[in-house]
């Protein structure tokens, strides 16, 4: 089983940044991903990495986020710009090996004054 450690969530003023990280116990070699809830919403997807670096936005959060991976560091970061209240949420991380969806604990975001 693969375990996924987050970190990098808290509490952020309005237009500040956060970045996210999520390692992975093993190497991935599929996709690696983030997603979010916010209360009283269903999941939704963030964004999505391959091994190779190509990438998968959420429409309204391209330009503010960005996606990476460190292959050596089975690591995966998101970084998140001009932060919103409507961007708090928790923060999920996933991970794709062998056709099995594995998914970390969830990172509280909080975006407030």
């Known amino acids: 089983q693969v375990q996924l450690v987050e970190s990098g969530g808290g509490l952020v003023q309005p237009g500040g940044s956060l970045r996210l990280s999520c390692a992975a116990s093993?190497?991935?070699?599929?996709?690696m991903g983030w997603y979010r809830k916010a209360p009283g919403k269903q999941r939704e997807l963030v964004a999505t990495i391959e091994r190779d670096g190509s990438t998968n936005y959420a429409d309204s959060l391209k330009g503010r986020f960005t996606i990476s991976r460190d292959n050596a560091k089975n690591t995966v970061y998101l970084q998140m710009n001009s932060l919103k209240p409507e961007d708090t949420a928790v923060y999920y991380c996933?991970?794709?090996?062998?056709?099995?969806?594995?998914w970390g604990q969830g990172t509280q975001v909080t975006v407030s004054s």
């Open positions: 996933k991970a794709r090996k062998w056709g099995t969806d594995n």
């Open positions: 093993e190497s991935i070699f599929s996709s």
